[in-house]
């Protein structure tokens, strides 16, 4: 049989100095492929440990926050609250995971704050002052607080961040 390459006839036998050209290409081609699918792979593995290094000590300085921090969904169910949440408000973190935050409130802050706070976070996607509010035990405490949105890179809200100090 005859192989056609650029219009020249080529033999397919094996004595062929042109098959053995072609297949030398060949596995040239897919050494060169290999090695080039291998140092992406790698690439992916070196930034997926660098990530993976920086989630971690995020992680870690969340949790050893002296101050407390609560994470919610967009709807405002919680996901996650720091040690020092838990130390504050004297609830774990199996109570009040999926909860609404309002639970805490102590009834003492003014209906024009929260219409502040919520008027703010929408239009800043931040708000930072203080609320009153209350232990599991019933007492209150003041709190500095900061609540801020996080949106995705569409612009979506993924979640709210609230971080509070007791300055009581």
Request: with cysteine; glycine share 8%; hydrophobic share 40%.
């Amino acid at each position: 049989t005859l192989l056609t390459l650029m219009g020249h006839g080529l033999s397919s036998e094996a004595s062929s100095p042109w098959v053995s050209w072609i297949n030398r290409g060949f596995s040239l081609i897919a050494i060169w492929a290999t090695a080039l699918i291998l140092s992406i792979i790698k690439a992916f593995e070196i930034e997926i440990i660098h990530k993976t290094s920086a989630l971690r000590k995020l992680f870690v300085a969340v949790g050893q926050s002296p101050s407390s921090i609560i994470i919610t969904d967009p709807e405002g169910r919680i996901e996650y609250v720091n040690h020092r949440f838990c130390e504050l408000t004297g609830y774990t973190f199996a109570e009040v995971m999926g909860k609404n935050p309002h639970f805490l409130d102590s009834g003492r802050t003014d209906e024009i704050n929260h219409a502040s706070l919520w008027g703010e976070i929408a239009t800043r996607d931040t708000w930072r002052g203080e609320l009153r509010n209350r232990r599991k035990d019933g007492t209150l405490f003041q709190g500095l607080m900061s609540i801020s949105l996080v949106r995705d890179r569409q612009g979506a809200v993924c979640n709210l961040i609230g971080i509070q100090d007791d300055i009581t």
